[in-house]
């Protein structure tokens, strides 16, 4: 049995790879500060013996004994990055910091949740591992996108500095149960938009593109990841790239849910990247992944998700 630390593990990607990483029997101690998660994603784990959580803001170094890491702690969402930049940039490069510390200091193998926003606004399409990205250093998106930019390039030179057994998965937008309801991403925006009858908020022209990815294959991914051998360190792309327009995901999702609600466009936020998709050979050839759940069938399951959570139906 190895013990886990899973940062961030009350979020919405956390909480699922909580869950998988308990019932393969791993012993798993949860650490979050609740700042975009909640005790409802991880409270059907209380009860469970290899299950603990504890509150911490990850900026602050703690130590404990484990055998791998997952650092996923972070905001993701633009609305709730953007809300405290500063922290949002300490989150990323200082919790890397004392997570890589720890796992120095115990030899624990550590993977790192950076994301498709290290590409910025990409020129090149799709984003293969060894494209650098185009990223403004300053704009309203940067704290993220800077701060995870960072965060990588300390796991590599933790690596290569200090021999720490790194793996770093860049995630492309995902979606499914637990997403927060007023998390302000798009799959969320429109599934509760179209649930209640509001109009669906388009940004921009709606042209922009997407991939998504279901999060039962991303922790697949992740965890196929974090058992590869000490010679893959990746950085490996994760996620679907099946493409989609907004405007074509506002009208599935109004298919989806039988909602009539109306379309209405606003302005589009600034530095939103235009085009995003993955390439996943790396991942094909190295984890023996791909995806396996297309977007109507993800969506269907985080429909029927957000319906009980409003309707108890
Ligand atoms: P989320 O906001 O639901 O989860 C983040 C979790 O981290 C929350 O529980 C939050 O309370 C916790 N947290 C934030 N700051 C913390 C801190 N300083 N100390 C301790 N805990 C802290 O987001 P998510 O979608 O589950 O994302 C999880 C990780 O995956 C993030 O690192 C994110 O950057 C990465 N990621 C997600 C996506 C996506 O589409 N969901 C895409 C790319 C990368
Ligand atoms: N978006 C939108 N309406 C919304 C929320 C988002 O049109 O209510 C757009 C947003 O401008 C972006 C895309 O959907 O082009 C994905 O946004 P999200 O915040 O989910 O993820 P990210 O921009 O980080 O990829």
């Excluded at 911490?56 to 993701?76: G, K, M, Q, S």
């Excluded at 030899?107 to 990409?122: F, M, N, R, W």
């Excluded at 492309?172 to 637990?178: A, H, L």
Aim: with cysteine; proline share 6%.
């Amino acid at each position: 049995m190895d013990k886990i630390l899973v940062t961030g593990g009350a979020g919405f990607i956390g909480s699922h790879l909580c869950d998988r990483l308990v019932n393969r029997g791993d012993d798993v101690l949860c650490v979050d500060n609740f700042y975009t998660g909640s005790k409802a994603n991880i409270k059907h784990l209380f009860a469970h013996p290899y299950f603990e959580l504890m509150r911490h803001d990850i900026t602050f170094p703690f130590y404990v004994e484990v055998d791998r890491i997952y650092n996923l702690a972070c905001p993701a969402s633009p609305i709730h990055y953007q809300f405290d930049p500063v922290q949002t940039t300490k989150t990323s490069v200082h919790g890397a910091i004392n997570m890589l510390g720890l796992a120095k200091r115990v030899k624990a193998k550590i993977l790192q949740a950076s994301t498709s926003e290290v590409y910025g606004d990409p020129e090149i399409h799709p984003q293969p591992e060894s494209y650098w990205g185009k990223v403004n250093p300053i704009g309203i998106r940067s704290c993220y996108d800077e701060g995870k930019r960072c965060a990588e390039t300390l796991f590599f030179d933790y690596w290569r500095q200090h021999d720490v057994q790194i793996k770093v998965v860049r995630i492309f937008n995902t979606y499914g149960p637990r997403m927060h309801p007023n998390d302000g991403r798009v799959v969320s925006n429109f599934i509760v938009q179209a649930l209640k009858g509001d109009p669906i908020t388009i940004y921009g022209d709606g042209q922009q593109t997407r991939s998504f990815c279901y999060v039962d294959d991303l922790i697949d991914a992740m965890i196929s990841m974090m058992d590869t051998g000490s010679d893959f360190t990746g950085p490996v792309n994760i996620g679907n790239p099946g493409e989609f327009t907004m405007q074509e995901l506002a009208e599935t999702v109004l298919r989806l849910t039988g909602s009539r609600s109306e379309l209405i466009y606003l302005p589009l936020p600034s530095d939103d990247p235009r085009q995003r998709k993955p390439e996943i050979e790396l991942a094909k050839e190295k984890l023996s992944w791909e995806p396996g759940i297309g977007l109507e069938d993800g969506l269907k399951e985080t429909i029927r998700y957000f319906k009980n959570l409003f309707f108890n139906c």
